[in-house]
C-alpha cells in the first residue's frame, strides 16, 4: 500500500533540494550535540521517511531515497518505510555500500550534498568532506531544509533545570572541574568546549528534562583556565539554580547564541574539542576563527566520558540499593503478568503500563529510563518493537512476553530485559532461551586482567548461540550513567569494532548491561539481560584480575529452561544466582504468596 503522507513530504523537501542546489541531502538521528535519543523537534529523519527506531540516517536524492539502520532494527524498519518508496540498506550486512560509499558512487563532479551542519557531528562531516573531495563534490551545511517544509515542527524542549544535592553525587562541580583542567594543563590547552548532554550534567551536577527518558539539558559548557561558561535556555533558570551557577563561578549565556559566541570569541593556544559529539557547524565556527587568530584546535575523547563511566564509592552505594528495590518490583511484576495473562484481558500496552506504574511508586523515581518495550511472542524479534495504546497484542497463557524496562531514581538509572513465559512454549523456544541464560551467566562470572575490554570478554556471551549457529545484530553490553542516559561508553562489550571506543578498558567502577539474546523474525524473541558492576579481584604475580558483581536480582524463568543443554558447571551458576536472587530481595517483598512463589520459582534445577 502506497504511503502517500511520506512521498508527498519527500516530494516538498526535493523541490527545496532544488531551489537551494542540493543533489543529496541528508537526515541523521541526531540533536545538536550527537544525543542517542533526540527531542520530537529533531526527528527529521522520521518525518521523511515514517521509521521510528532511535538509529538511523535518511539519504534523499532527485530519483531516490535510502534508509540506513543496524541489526537492532531491521525488521521495524521495513515494516515502518512500506509503501513509503524509501530503500533500507542494512548496515553491516554483506554488499550493503556504507553511506560514504554510496555518496561516492553515486555523486557526480559539482554535486552538492547538503545537510544541516548543527545536527551532523564534526567527526561525519569532515568524513563526507574527505571523500566527496576525490569525486570533486562538494558539502553545503548551513541549510535546515526540515524546517522549511515541516510547518507543524514541534517547539525546541524546554524544562526546568535541577540541582543534585553534591552529597548525592559524591564529588562537588568544583572537584570535577578541577579534574577536567588537570586534563587541559596536561594537553596544554587554554580552553575546552564539551557538548555531550550527559558529560555536561554530570560535570555540572544540574539535571533536566530536554530529552524524554534522558534527564538531561540542552546546552554548551565553555571551560578555560579561569572561567565557565553554561549555554542554556534562559527560561530553563529558577532563582535557586542561577544562584548555584553564581556560587560556583558558572558564567550564563543563551543557548541560542553558541554559533555567534564562538565565532566572537578571541582564542589563543590550544582549544580542546571532541569531534564525536561536537556538531559540524561548530566545528567549522571554532576552527575558522581559531586559524585566523594564529590559534589552533584539538580533538580528544572528552575526558569526562572516562570520568563519568567510573562511578565514585558514593554513586556505587547508591545504585546498588536502586537495583535491589527495583528487581523486587520487577519480580513482583512477573508474578503479576504470569497469573493475569491467561485471562485474555491483558494485552502488551497494558502489561507494560502496569509495570510503569509499580516502578514510580518506588522511592525516588524521577521517570523512566527509556520507553518500556513489552513485546509478545513474533513481536520480541524486533530488538527495539514498542507497543502503543492504538496498537499491540493481546497477550494470552502460551508464548514469551519479553519485557525490557528501567527507570531513572535519585540514586541510579536502571536497565533489566527478561523474557517470561507466559504458558506452553515450544521445544525450540526452550533450546534458545537456555543458551541465552548460559551466555549470560558465563559474562557475569568472568575473571580476566585489568586491561580488557569488551571485545575480549563478547564470547563468552555470544559462544552458546554461536555454538549452534545464531547470532544477534547488536552489542552484549553497554555502560549506564548515574542519574542520567541508560547508555552511555566509552567502554561497550561486542565482538566487532565499530571505533577506537570499543577499544576501551574495562574499568573497576564500570557499571556494564549483559544481554544476549535470540531474534528469530516471525517466531520469538528472547533476551536477558543484566546489569554488572566492574570490580577488583585477585591481585598475583601475573597482575590485577577484574571481575563482575551483579546488581540485578530477578529470577531466571525456571519454566523456560532445560537441563538437556546444560553442562553441570552451567546448572551450579543457574542455581547460585537464583539462590543469590531469594535471598537479596525476598526481604523486600511483604506478600506471602508472591514469597512463595519466588521460593519456588528459584529452587534448584
Known sequence: MENKVIKERLSALRAKMEENGIDYYLMPTSDYHNSEYAADFFKVREYFCGFTGSNGTLVVSKKWAGMWTDGRYFIQAEREMKGTGVTLYRMGEEGVPTIKEYLKENMKAGEVLGFDGKVVPAAEGLSYEKALKTVQAKVKYDRDLA???????????????????????????????????????????????????????????????????????????????????????????????????????????????????????????????DERNVSYQVYRTISDNSDSRNAKIKNIFDPTEMMKACKNDTELKNIREVYIRDSAALTKFIYWVKKEAPKGELNEYTAAMHLDEMRAQ???????????????????????????????????????????????????????????????????????????????LQLANAKFLEGCN??????????????????????????????????????????????????????????????????????????IENILEVVKDVKNSDGQFLSFKHLTYVPLDRDAIDKKYLQPREIDAINEYQKMVYDTIEPLIEEKEIKDWLKNATKPL
Open 147 to 273: 524546517m522549511e517544509v515541516w510547518t507543524d515542527r514541534p517547539k525546541l524542549p524546554c524544562n526546568p533545570i535541577y540541582i543534585l544535592p553534591d552529597e548525592l553525587c559524591g564529588k562537588s562541580f568544583k572537584e570535577k572541574l578541577k579534574e577536567v583542567r588537570a586534563t587541559m594543563t596536561e594537553n596544554k590547552s587554554k580552553a575546552y568546549l564539551l557538548c555531550k548532554l550527559d558529560d555536561i550534567c554530570w560535570l555540572t551536577n544540574l539535571r533536566g528534562n530536554d530529552v524524554e527518558c534522558n534527564p538531561v539539558i540542552l546546552s554548551y559548557l565553555f571551560i578555560t583556565e579561569k572561567k565557565t561558561v553554561l549555554f542554556v535556555q534562559f527560561e530553563e533558570l529558577s532563582d535557586e539554580v542561577r544562584a548555584y551557577c553564581e556560587s560556583n563561578d558558572i558564567e550564563l549565556a543563551p543557548y541560542n547564541k553558541i554559533i555567534g559566541w564562538l565565532d566572537e570569541y578571541e582564542y589563543e593556544g590550544i582549544t580542546l574539542y
Open 362 to 440: 518506588l522511592p525516588g523515581f524521577i521517570e523512566l529510563s527509556f520507553p518500556t518495550i513489552s513485546a509478545y511472542k513474533d513481536n520480541a524479534a524486533m530488538m527495539h518493537y514498542e507497543a502503543t495504546e492504538t496498537s499491540n497484542a493481546a497477550l494470552k497463557g502460551e508464548g514469551f512476553l519479553l519485557v525490557d524496562s528501567g527507570g531513572t531514581y535519585m540514586g541510579g538509572t536502571t536497565d533489566v530485559t527478561r523474557t517470561i513465559v507466559l504458558g506452553k512454549i515450544s521445544a525450540e523456544e526452550k533450546k534458545h532461551y537456555t543458551l541465552t541464560a548460559v551466555g549470560m
Open 454 to 527: 569488551g571485545r575480549n570478554l563478547d564470547i563468552l556471551a555470544r559462544g552458546p548461540l554461536w555454538n549452534i549457529g545464531i547470532d544477534y545484530k547488536c552489542g552484549t553490553g553497554h555502560g549506564i550513567g548515574y542519574i542520567l542516559n541508560v547508555h552511555e561508553g566509552p567502554h561497550s562489550i561486542r565482538w566487532k569494532s565499530r571505533s577506537v571506543e570499543d577499544e576501551a578498558p574495562l574499568k573497576p567502577g564500570m557499571i556494564m548491561s549483559d544481554e544476549p539474546g535470540v531474534y528469530i523474525e516471525g517466531k520469538h524473541g528472547i533476551r
